[in-house]
């Protein structure tokens, strides 16, 4: 079992920036695929960007390409989601989940393929 907890959520003013972090204590989160989720009220969860366990590889959903930086810290327990030029259709709680079964193995952008979530966390951003 793998337990993510998810930081760095508040209010923004549109245009501005907020960076998201997901940390897990346990060893083999270092090794596992981890993605960010966004869900908006009434909307269903999307895809936000993923990264692979060596953060050699990432995927974004074209929405948040060119503003939204996914990476991972040297010793790959925590990844980072920098979010640049925020929207406010960017609001939305943002969740961290991760993947067993690898990137080839697996579509980094399906939610069903991940094993892990964290509780989420807010963002809001302002016009």
């Known amino acids: 079992q793998v337990h993510l907890e998810e930081s760095g959520g508040g209010l923004v003013q549109a245009g501005g920036s907020l960076r998201l972090s997901c940390a897990a204590s346990?060893?083999?989160?270092?090794?596992?695929?981890v993605g960010w989720f966004r869900q908006a009220p009434g909307k269903e969860r999307e895809f936000v960007a993923a990264?692979?366990?060596?953060?050699?590889?990432?995927s974004y959903a074209d929405s948040v390409k060119g503003r939204f930086t996914i990476s991972r810290n040297a010793g790959k327990s925590t990844v980072y989601l920098q979010m640049n030029s925020l929207k406010p259709e960017d609001t939305a709680v943002y969740y961290c989940a991760a993947n067993r079964k690898g990137w080839s193995a697996s579509n980094p952008m399906d939610p069903d393929e991940y094993d892990y979530w964290g509780q989420g966390t807010q963002v809001t951003v302002s016009s």
């Open positions: 990264i692979t366990w060596t953060g050699t590889s990432t």
């Open positions: 346990e060893r083999a989160f270092t090794l596992y695929t």
